[in-house]
């Protein structure tokens, strides 16, 4: 026997393809492989294929089935070790070959958006930040604030009690008195934090939900600097064509007391602009004397204002949402729509 016996030179030709196969690390190194066995023209199988016609008859039936057999043997592996690359067996080990997951790109809720943004145009206006504590006394939650606990303004604000009067405060409006107390005038202050009602849990309510406090202490602060700040405020976070609407209303720590509403100017994106209804963005008042008497000012001598406002309702408002639990779901599909 010699080279020159065709079957035996298939067979050292399927032995050499097969172990150069099974050294292939890369789709590359085997399409490598592929071209020089297989490749049509001067692959070495093919040319072997093309070789056999100057073979005696008697023996090309048998070398055409080997070089048959031996062509479709080193495709199989080929595609084996190929397949190999793309997706380990069961159980080996991680499928490196699955696309990456996107990096996570973090972002503040979009309440915490609100709090920031208008914590930030208060600030601009000389303001800075308070704050006080979530679990507080009926005394600065509601007595200190001119609310006796049998009024029917303690009843709307129903709460959980923790030990005796202690309860988890259902308003920021605590932090005024806090303030107060700790602080001599000129007090102007944002409060933002968490507050605590007996609400059931709907498309506009959450028994915990973010308050903003704001209060103003000074000598000769007037209606108009209550008027025109907040005012001033609705203008810089809806936009400077927005309307303020002070409408009379209670609130116990106040008087007179208002609800504020803001009517905005919304343009289309055709360029159109059209006008929202009126919206219900706080309640406010010039601070009742017997409040600035509770905590031992002369109320002849300081007067001011103070607001609250819900920046989850603000961010419904302002984002198109119409339902604020969707705030507190936590979907990462619906809170990765607010990362900027
Ligand atoms: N504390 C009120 C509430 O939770 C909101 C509020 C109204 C706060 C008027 C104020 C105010 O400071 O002046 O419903």
Redesign the pocket.
């Known amino acids: 026997m010699t080279d020159t016996n065709p079957i035996e030179a298939l067979e050292r030709l399927e032995a050499d393809a097969l172990a150069a196969i099974s050294e292939c690390a890369d789709a590359g190194a085997l399409e490598a492989v592929r071209v020089a066995y297989l490749g049509r023209s001067d692959g070495h199988i093919s040319v072997i294929l093309r070789g056999l016609g100057g073979l005696p008859p008697e023996e090309r039936p048998a070398a055409g089935q080997e070089a048959n057999r031996v062509k479709q043997a080193v495709a199989a592996a080929i595609e084996a070790r190929g397949a190999s690359f793309t997706r380990p067996e069961r159980g080996e080990g991680p499928d490196l070959t699955l696309p990456a997951r996107a990096p996570w790109r973090g972002g503040r809720h979009p309440i915490t958006q609100a709090v920031d943004e208008i914590w930030h145009i208060f600030r601009d206006l000389g303001f800075t930040r308070a704050r006080g504590p979530e679990a507080d006394t009926e005394w600065y939650n509601f007595e200190a604030l001119n609310t006796p606990l049998d009024h029917p303004a303690a009843d709307e604000?129903d709460t959980l009690y923790l030990v005796d009067s202690v309860l988890l405060r259902?308003?920021?409006?605590p932090v005024?008195m806090r303030t107060m107390e700790t602080h001599e005038p000129p007090i102007r202050i944002i409060a933002p934090g968490w507050?605590y009602r007996r609400d059931t849990y709907d498309a506009t309510h959450t028994p915990a939900f973010m308050?903003i406090?704001?209060?103003v202490i000074d000598e000769g602060v007037t209606f108009v600097d209550f008027k025109a700040t907040l005012a001033e405020f609705a203008r810089r976070y809806w936009g400077p064509d927005t309307r303020v609407r002070f409408r009379p209303s209670f609130?116990p720590?106040?008087e007179p007391?208002a609800e504020v509403d803001v009517k905005r100017v919304i343009t289309r994106p055709d360029g159109t602009r059209h006008e929202t209804e009126w919206l219900e963005i706080?309640?406010?008042?010039m601070v009742d004397p017997a409040v600035i008497e509770n905590v031992g000012y002369d109320p002849e001598r300081y007067t001011g204002f103070?607001?609250?406002m819900g920046p989850g309702r603000i961010a419904m408002l302002k984002h198109g949402v119409d339902d604020l639990r969707t705030f507190f779901e936590n979907d990462v599909r619906f809170l990765s729509q607010f990362a900027s």
Not at 170 to 173: E, G, N, Q, R, V
Not at 282 to 285: N, Q, T
């Open positions: 604000q259902s308003h920021t409006s005024q507050v308050q406090e704001g209060l609130f720590f106040t007391s706080m309640g406010a008042g103070a607001f609250g």
